[in-house]
């Protein structure tokens, strides 16, 4: 009925406080990584929803166990099982000798040529194939591409075309591929470029 939202047929579930069902993520919007944690669940006889921590209908999760697997039960205006999904995040980090931040190094992230995984045209979360965005890395060296904008399963291009002041340019490209958990490979690109997955994905040059 809305955006976001799917229905159950009401008469597939039993509310008899004891069978139990569980809700997984078999695919994240574009642009979010996937949950992959799972939530059971029991329909009560009044056709409330509980949440359970595995399939023993007596074993109850707790509301900050469900969100910290980003789920939860809205009961406003009918009962919902929702669940929270992270955008995908990447920030390109211009590092120089020992480290030091390098501001004002300018890139483009675009598409890569081919298809992804369900065999479309690799693209961005708007469905653009070839949108080109710009990125400056600030003071501190970093730039954040911006949320959801990349989608898992996608390959994408990322090339220097303005060098901070007083270093030289490095305009070979890498190209990377956002993985459904949200993680970056790099597929192609030279040693200048170190790709990380720790906490939020960064991708450093140096």
Not at 13 to 34: H, I, K, M, N
Not at 69 to 95: F, H, L, Q, W
Not at 120 to 131: E, V
Not at 169 to 189: E, I, M, N, Q, W
Request: aromatic fraction near 8%.
């Amino acid at each position: 009925p809305y955006a976001g939202w799917a229905e159950f047929d009401r008469g597939a579930f039993r509310a008899d406080g004891t069978s139990v069902y569980v809700l997984r993520e078999t695919r994240a919007p574009e642009g979010y990584e996937l949950n992959d944690g799972e939530v059971f669940f029991k329909l009560m006889t009044d056709g409330t929803v509980v949440l359970l921590a595995s399939n023993d209908p007596d074993d109850l999760l707790t509301a900050e166990g469900a969100a910290a697997m980003g789920y939860g039960v809205d009961a406003e205006g009918g009962i919902t099982v929702t669940a929270a999904d992270e955008p995908v995040e990447v920030s390109v980090v211009k590092r120089g000798e020992g480290g030091r931040a390098l501001p004002g190094a300018t890139f483009t992230l675009s598409c890569a040529d081919g298809t992804n995984s369900d065999g479309r045209p690799n693209h961005f979360s708007n469905g653009s194939a070839s949108d080109v965005y710009e990125l400056v890395t600030s003071a501190d060296g970093t730039v954040q591409v911006a949320p959801a904008l990349l989608v898992a399963g996608n390959s994408y291009v990322l090339e220097e075309t303005t060098a901070p002041a007083g270093h030289a340019l490095d305009s070979r490209p890498l190209t990377f591929k956002v993985a459904s958990d949200g993680t970056v490979t790099a597929t192609d690109g030279p040693d200048s470029y170190q790709v990380s997955n720790e906490g939020q994905i960064t991708i450093s040059m140096t």
